[in-house]
């Protein structure tokens, strides 16, 4: 309610978790309150620890999303669904307040499975995911799919958005970044891995949805690959360094059909730095605005034709 422009978007909401009707209800009350701003990524889960509620969901949770996400998409529009009360007579319901947008913005997901992202273009859902578990390459190809998909249901192929996440901290110095991030980010690290280990522990999947058998970590080898995932996202799955530097990323990603990049700012332990990033942030967003875009091909044209003489 404080702001004006931000889309106040959920990433991710674990539906299986939850009745669609109270997912329905509670994100128009945000809707109304944003003044028609709310938007909602969908996760299937993958911590069987997180399936207290409804253990019997774990198996069947990509199908229950999917249900879900439908049955949310008719509530949003104002169209009734029939449930069964204690006494198992059908009774109507409906989700007040109602929303101020017509439809609800879907995204979809997706840890790295490429099934994820053919089922999310088939619904006309949005995508959302990340670098863990994949590169640049191995991302592009999963987007090709899921602009096939699309198509393949006669929705455009070149509607949907693709929104990768990435750990965002940038500043004038790159060295000074790196000091910066490296201590908190490695510790993000480190309680990531803790809870991939306590889902194996438990029986299910990680993240991602793979499955592996609990075994232990020595600390020493532990320390070494943080030391070394820290690396490699430094240098090419994070926006962690200078404006001009992330460029090159950035250029790549577009190239590749990701639409729009999800900053994920949390992993700083200092509110402040975290914040004063954001002009920097800023400023390599500016950088890629159609109108600068535009500019940089011009200059780009320009510098050839000169080359070859006029």
């Given at each position: 309610?404080?702001?004006?422009?931000?889309?106040?978007?959920?990433?991710?909401?674990?539906?299986?978790?939850?009745?669609?009707?109270?997912?329905?209800?509670?994100?128009?009350?945000?809707?109304?309150?944003?003044?028609?701003?709310?938007?909602?990524?969908?996760?299937?889960?993958?911590?069987?620890?997180?399936?207290?509620?409804?253990?019997?969901?774990?198996?069947?949770?990509?199908?229950?999303?999917?249900?879900?996400?439908?049955?949310?998409?008719?509530?949003?529009?104002?169209?009734?669904?029939?449930?069964?009360?204690?006494?198992?007579?059908?009774?109507?319901?409906?989700?007040?307040?109602?929303?101020?947008?017509?439809?609800?913005?879907?995204?979809?997901?997706?840890?790295?499975?490429?099934?994820?992202?053919?089922?999310?273009?088939?619904?006309?859902?949005?995508?959302?995911?990340?670098?863990?578990?994949?590169?640049?390459?191995?991302?592009?190809?999963?987007?090709?799919?899921?602009?096939?998909?699309?198509?393949?249901?006669?929705?455009?192929?070149?509607?949907?958005?693709?929104?990768?996440?990435?750990?965002?901290?940038?500043?004038?110095?790159?060295?000074?970044?790196?000091?910066?991030?490296?201590?908190?980010?490695?510790?993000?690290?480190?309680?990531?891995?803790?809870?991939?280990?306590?889902?194996?522990?438990?029986?299910?999947?990680?993240?991602?949805?793979?499955?592996?058998?609990?075994?232990?970590?020595?600390?020493?080898?532990?320390?070494?690959?943080?030391?070394?995932t820290f690396e490699r996202?430094?240098?090419t799955a994070a926006l962690?360094?200078?404006?001009?530097?992330?460029?090159?990323?950035?250029?790549?990603?577009?190239?590749?059909?990701?639409?729009?990049?999800?900053?994920?700012?949390?992993?700083?332990?200092?509110?402040?730095?975290?914040?004063?990033?954001?002009?920097?942030?800023?400023?390599?967003?500016?950088?890629?605005?159609?109108?600068?875009?535009?500019?940089?091909?011009?200059?780009?044209?320009?510098?050839?034709?000169?080359?070859?003489?006029?």
């Amino acid at each position: 309610m404080a702001t004006r422009n931000l889309q106040i978007r959920a990433g991710s909401l674990i539906s299986p978790l939850h009745n669609p009707v109270r997912i329905a209800e509670e994100w128009a009350m945000v809707d109304n309150l944003s003044g028609g701003r709310a938007a909602v990524s969908f996760g299937s889960g993958w911590n069987a620890n997180d399936f207290y509620f409804f253990p019997e969901r774990y198996a069947t949770r990509q199908a229950t999303m999917y249900e879900q996400i439908e049955a949310v998409r008719k509530l949003w529009r104002g169209e009734p669904l029939t449930f069964e009360n204690s006494f198992g007579k059908e009774v109507s319901v409906t989700i007040y307040p109602k929303p101020l947008q017509a439809e609800l913005p879907v995204w979809v997901t997706s840890s790295g499975n490429a099934e994820t992202f053919a089922s999310a273009g088939a619904v006309g859902a949005n995508v959302l995911t990340h670098l863990i578990g994949q590169d640049i390459q191995t991302l592009a190809l999963k987007i090709r799919r899921y602009r096939e998909a699309r198509e393949e249901k006669g929705l455009d192929p070149r509607g949907g958005k693709v929104s990768l996440m990435l750990h965002t901290f940038l500043g004038a110095d790159e060295g000074e970044v790196r000091e910066k991030v490296r201590q908190p980010f490695r510790e993000y690290l480190r309680s990531a891995i803790s809870l991939e280990e306590k889902a194996a522990l438990g029986g299910g999947a990680i993240s991602g949805g793979h499955t592996i058998d609990p075994h232990h970590i020595p600390d020493r080898l532990r320390e070494e690959l943080l030391d070394l995932t820290f690396e490699r996202y430094f240098r090419t799955a994070a926006l962690m360094g200078t404006p001009s530097g992330c460029k090159e990323l950035v250029w790549e990603l577009k190239g590749v059909g990701v639409d729009e990049v999800a900053c994920l700012i949390d992993f700083i332990d200092d509110e402040r730095a975290a914040f004063d990033s954001l002009e920097y942030l800023d400023e390599l967003r500016e950088s890629f605005s159609d109108e600068a875009v535009r500019r940089g091909c011009a200059e780009t044209v320009s510098a050839f034709t000169d080359d070859l003489g006029g």
